[in-house]
């Protein structure tokens, strides 16, 4: 039987500032990804002194993907789902406020949570099986109209909406007359860590989640929650502490995220770096934070050399691993 795609609408939820609201989704497909677009009204009543970079993707603080009530298989910053969607060449979909003075503005960001391997190997067949979960969420934690903006504004959002749309298929490709509950299962699951800081370490170690293959290691860089290119110098990966798998100056990640995705550095968006095992999506060109039994990983860890920040540093370490 061939798939079949389906594209739809599953909730639109009035949005609320400063608030927590949960999606419930269907499961009974094979989920490629899930969007979510935020459409709403902000009305400042005191003008703020600029609009934030990003602004458009600041109502929402985090979204998080819950399979079966514990399993949180996403936890990212809406403004990474927006901005940094490196599979998809950083292409983005959104629209910041126009000004910072006194006035009623629209503001739209759409963010895709990738479920498949969507610029790689069988990504049909590495949906998300929904039809195998007993309970599918999405949770969303809100921030304020006021957060758009630099200075001292104030207003409110009068208006709007998220919502939530799933994109999958109804049918999983059945190689060599496997039944479908037989097939292998890939899950994907992106974790976040934030480092916040205000002088310069040459040396700062994040640990690393261990136990799964590693995809990518998306780097979001903010200065006073502003993007920038200087807060880090260098970024090396080791695994076990002696085995090295990247030891690259942040500029360089860079160029390589455009080389990889075909873009001009500065379609890169600024503040964004991502360490990719595997531009063209090969399961076997996976960090192994496994090992074997004779080898196993205990440690996987990455060395930032951060440069002092000129205000509040703010740097999200999205972690995504690859569970088979």
């Known amino acids: 039987m061939p798939q079949q795609s389906l594209r739809r609408v599953v909730d639109t939820w009035t949005f609320v500032e ?58 990212i910053n809406f403004d990474v789902a927006v901005f940094g969607d490196y599979k998809r060449g950083f292409k983005q979909s959104s629209t910041p406020p126009s000004a910072a003075t006194a006035a009623s503005y629209n503001v ?26 007993k309970l599918l969420q999405v949770r969303i934690t809100t921030k304020a109209a006021t957060d758009l903006f630099t200075g001292s504004p104030a207003g409110s959002v009068t208006g709007g909406t998220v919502k ?58 903010l200065d006073d929650e502003e993007p920038s290119n200087a807060l880090v110098n260098n970024a090396q990966l080791s695994i076990n502490d002696v085995d090295v798998r990247v030891n690259l100056p942040y500029d360089q990640i860079r160029d390589i995220n455009a080389k990889d995705r075909g873009l001009s550095l500065s379609q890169v968006p600024d503040g964004f770096a991502v360490i990719d095992s595997s531009p063209r999506g090969k399961f076997f060109d996976y960090y192994d934070f496994r090992g074997t039994p004779d ?19 703010l740097i999200a370490v999205v972690v995504e691993e690859d569970i088979s």
């Open 18 to 75: 400063n608030s927590e609201h949960t999606f419930d989704i269907p499961r009974i497909q094979n989920i490629e990804a899930i969007m979510l677009e935020l459409d709403c009204t902000v009305n400042l009543t005191t003008g703020g002194s600029s609009v934030r970079s990003e602004a458009a993707a600041r109502l929402i603080d985090k979204v998080q993907f819950i399979a079966g009530g514990k399993d949180v298989l996403d936890d």
């Open 108 to 133: 739209r960001a759409v963010a895709m949570l990738d479920r498949n391997n969507v610029n790689g190997w069988r990504p049909h067949d590495t949906a998300f099986k929904a039809w195998l979960t």
């Open 164 to 221: 939530l749309s799933v994109l999958s298929h109804d049918e999983v490709n059945k190689g060599d007359g496997l039944n479908a509950l037989d097939e292998p299962k890939r899950v994907i699951k992106r974790t976040t860590q934030l480092i916040s800081y205000t002088s310069a370490n040459s040396s700062h170690q994040v640990e690393l989640p261990i136990g799964n293959a590693c995809k990518q290691i998306t780097l979001h860089c």
């Open 295 to 313: 080898n196993p990983v205990t440690r996987a860890l990455l060395t930032l050399d951060l440069a002092a920040p000129s205000g509040q540093g």
